[in-house]
């Protein structure tokens, strides 16, 4: 049963936008939780992108993306987003949906939920 779906990738030309939204199959699965996304990359291992605690109060981000994506939620949706702007070639990836208990387990990786991924490749 997929309890998290992303949506939004594509292909996309260096420098351009995308927006990435990930729902939640129910609030169960959504309200208390730190939100976040991974990617990987062919040959690559997973790593984190950006997370966003239960409130929205606080937010966090590797520092390849930092000043290019946002990420938001909307807990009324059960859905959180990822805008991504100024994309390089090198942001080109599965992006995963993933829910964690807090910040903290999200940047060690530590998930409760995850989703199936959605390509984003970015042309150069």
């Known amino acids: 049963q997929v309890q998290l779906v992303e949506s939004g990738g594509g292909l996309v030309q260096s420098g351009g936008s995308l927006r990435l939204s990930c729902a939640a199959a129910?609030?169960?699965?959504?309200?208390?939780?730190?939100m976040g996304w991974s990617r990987q990359a062919p040959g690559k291992e997973r790593e984190f992108v950006a997370t966003i605690s239960w409130s929205g109060g606080s937010t966090d981000y590797a520092s390849s993306v930092k000043g290019r994506f946002t990420i938001s939620r909307d807990n009324a949706k059960n859905t959180v987003y990822l805008q991504m702007n100024s994309l390089k070639p090198e942001d080109t990836a599965v992006y995963y949906c993933?829910?964690?208990?807090?910040?903290?387990?999200?940047?060690?990786?530590?998930?409760?939920?995850w989703g199936q991924g959605t390509q984003v490749t970015v042309s150069s």
């Open positions: 993933n829910a964690a208990s807090s910040i903290t387990f999200m940047r060690r990786g530590v998930y409760n939920y």
């Open positions: 129910s609030g169960r699965i959504f309200s208390g939780y730190a």
